[in-house]
T-cell receptor, first 109, second 116 residues
Framework: GQQLNQSPQSMFIQEGEDVSMNCTSS?????WLWYKQDPGEGPVLLIA?????ELTSNGRLTAQFGITRKDSFLNISASIPSDVGIYFC?????????FGTGTSLTVIP | KAGVTQTPRYLIKTRGQQVTLSCSPI?????VSWYQQTPGQGLQFLFE???????NKGNFPGRFSGRQFSNSRSEMNVSTLELGDSALYLC???????????????FGPGTRLTVL
């Protein structure tokens, strides 16, 4: 199946710092989605991207669909304690979504 | 608009039993996909249903099955439970089949299944 490499695996940052994470795939994707998951809950959609080069923001979150269509980036600016959680990317190369392994974010007040 | 709902939220079963999980998609959404999430394997695709038909299937044994009703609600069944089936089972709803140009999936809260 498709391989989605998500990095970093975990991050420990100070409140107020910016965060950056990314996903890369072995093949071309048509859609990239970014989710946040809190413990014991389902993933919540943050940002959806549908075109190569597309840059989309949702508050302090900004995500980009890579030009090569094989990668995507998520940035969080001025992190706050409630940003804590696991962030997943999901990509659609055809008719099935594939998910990254997640980035665990810890924000230290 | 109500989100995706899943019942039950928690379930404890013993090996060899079977279990049925339920998912109600967002109103108007016709596609329901099921995923298994474990710490070791992450999110793994089980299957997708659209218009009461299974349209896509992941790499899981036949013990895992599902169905979709005319109101788009979906059920997933796991027979002859094994210890390794312990996981968070998530369903996600979409307006249409995965692969549409502006497809987006919205997840429910999940059902936590523990097999003893």
């Amino acid at each position: 199946g498709q391989q989605l490499n998500q990095s970093p695996q975990s991050m420990f940052i100070q409140e107020g710092e910016d965060v950056s994470m990314n996903c890369t795939s072995s093949s071309i994707f048509n859609t990239w989605l970014w989710y946040k998951q809190d413990p014991g809950e389902g993933p919540v959609l943050l940002i959806a991207l549908y075109k190569a080069g597309e840059l989309t923001s949702n508050g302090r979150l900004t995500a980009q669909f890579g030009i090569t269509r094989k990668d995507s980036f998520l940035n969080i600016s001025a992190s706050i304690p409630s940003d804590v959680g696991i962030y997943f990317c999901a990509g659609l190369p055809g008719n099935q979504f594939y998910f990254g392994t997640g980035t665990s974010l810890t924000v230290i007040p | 608009k109500a989100g995706v709902t899943q019942t039950p939220r928690y379930l404890i079963k013993t090996r060899g039993q079977q279990v049925t999980l339920s998912c109600s998609p967002i109103s108007g959404h016709r596609s329901v996909s099921w995923y298994q999430q474990t710490p070791g394997q992450g999110l793994q695709f089980l299957f997708e249903y659209f218009s009461e038909t299974q349209r896509n299937k992941g790499n899981f044994p036949g013990r895992f099955s599902g169905r979709q009703f005319s109101n788009s609600r979906s059920e997933m069944n796991v027979s002859t439970l094994e210890l390794g089936d312990s996981a968070l089972y998530l369903c996600a709803s979409s307006l249409t089949l995965a692969g549409a140009s502006t497809d987006t999936q919205y997840f429910g809260p999940g059902t936590r299944l523990t097999v003893l």
